[in-house]
């Protein structure tokens, strides 16, 4: 009993006391630590506001709290994005710092999903209230999202294997974020069809069908490298496990955005594809797809609970961060993507299950907020030393090879390493084994 009772009083001071454990520093000194990991927050507060303006369960002053929930997220979006513009005006050369750090250069995609959370509501709350202006504002903003992200996920990744070392200890599930964003596509694509006409509505499910499954292939071929990290390394430290609910996200969008596309397909009655009635097969197979993979993201959602419960009831230290919005988020295509799949299939067990995990996302939602103001407050954000931007990787990428594995000391240069005979570790020893001969035989001679 006494030790349940430290490690909770433990985790009382590590994570909802306010008192202050670090210096005192001026507030434009810390804005040079303003990362891109804060629009994990924004990214969360669209999620919130996604699922309150599709809860299927609706009363009255639910459409208003998901209003102000809508326009707290933007003001967030535009806050954030302030801070961020004061931050590279004013420490030239953070901007490309932050592109080219081997950890933060990952969470530009939050910052690309808090805007494809942002266009998902404008079908929401805007349209519904607005003229027709605002289809091409849809439609416009849906494009520009499809470019950047596309361009963001390729470019990301080639930087990633081109300047940096990663090793499979510090494999984490922020390896797919880079996708994540182009995935999104196809949820937005799910969302503001049915704002659209026939013809442009057409062109939207096809490239959202298109950048979706690009998203899904490269999320299980990183989910793999993951698997194998949890299978030979062990889990990650307990304060970074909420990450791994990023996880959850790609099967939950998936099954989400097919759904999505195949009701907007059907409600305005387009031929998607050339046969009769493509529509209706599209729902079918749309459907069968996510409950196919919904499998996937109920198991890895209940492996990421355990996984996180486990870590917050032992001993070691934890520190909140806004890598913990990732409790939100992800789970956000999990729970619609349940609540869909119960109104295709007429299951009530599904609908319930989906408003349960609703509820217990925006309670969730509200305690990271004030985890969020606390530890920016007590200076364990945005405070010198305490932020992605001061990590440090473990290797750089002088040489394509690791030359300890060959006999060949680290420290000698690059420019002395035979690289082709390191790239054959046989011929290498072949070798070996030759001049060990001569040098026997030449002491045998003698």
Request: charged share 15%.
């Amino acid at each position: 009993m006494a030790d349940v009772k430290g490690m909770l009083r433990q985790r009382y001071h590590e994570l909802l006391d306010w008192q202050v454990k670090s210096p005192h520093v001026p507030l434009s000194q810390r804005i040079k630590h303003f990362t891109w990991s804060w629009f994990a927050c924004t990214m969360a507060t669209g999620g919130i506001g996604l699922v309150i303006g599709t809860f299927p369960f609706r009363f009255r002053g639910l459409d208003t709290i998901g209003k102000i929930v809508y326009i707290f997220d933007i003001f967030l979006l535009a806050l954030f994005s302030c801070c961020m513009i004061v931050r590279f005006v004013k420490y030239p050369g953070t901007f490309l710092g932050s592109w080219k750090h081997f950890q933060e250069k990952f969470f530009i995609a939050t910052c690309l999903l808090s805007f494809s959370s942002f266009i998902d509501m404008f079908a929401v709350y805007a349209m519904p209230n607005t003229g027709e202006w605002m289809i091409w504002v849809i439609r416009i903003f849906f494009y520009i999202y499809l470019a950047v992200t596309f361009l963001y996920g390729t470019f990301a990744y080639y930087t990633i294997f081109r300047d940096h070392v990663y090793t499979l200890e510090g494999a984490a599930p922020t390896w797919v974020l880079p996708i994540f964003p182009c995935m999104i596509t196809g949820v937005v694509s799910g969302s503001v069809v049915s704002s659209q006409p026939s013809a442009q509505l057409k062109n939207m499910v096809i490239l959202g069908i298109m950048f979706q499954g690009l998203g899904f292939w490269v999320y299980l071929l990183v989910y793999s490298i993951l698997i194998l990290r949890f299978f030979t390394i062990g889990f990650a430290k307990p304060a970074e496990r909420p990450g791994m609910f990023i996880l959850v996200g790609p099967a939950g969008f998936t099954g989400l955005a097919l759904i999505n596309m195949a009701r907007g397909a059907i409600a305005t009655r387009p031929n998607i594809f050339a046969s009769a009635n493509s529509s209706e097969y599209f729902a079918f197979t749309s459907t069968f797809l996510a409950l196919f993979i919904w499998g996937l993201g109920a198991w890895t959602y209940c492996f990421a609970m355990v996984s996180f419960v486990a870590g917050l009831f032992s001993h070691q230290p934890m520190k909140f961060s806004n890598t913990w919005f990732a409790m939100i988020f992800p789970n956000v295509g999990f729970v619609l993507c349940t609540v869909r799949i119960g109104q295709m299939i007429n299951s009530k067990a599904f609908t319930l299950f989906g408003h349960i995990i609703c509820v217990i996302l925006c309670i969730m939602w509200l305690i990271l907020m004030y985890m969020m103001i606390r530890a920016f407050l007590v200076n364990d954000l945005m405070y010198p030393g305490k932020d992605e931007d001061s990590k440090s990787p473990a290797e750089s990428r002088p040489i394509a090879v690791e030359p300890e594995k060959f006999g060949i000391p680290k420290s000698q240069p690059e420019n002395s390493l035979d690289v082709e005979k390191a790239d054959n570790p046989l011929d290498s020893a072949n070798h070996g084994a030759d001049h060990d001969r001569d040098s026997s035989s030449t002491v045998h001679h003698r």
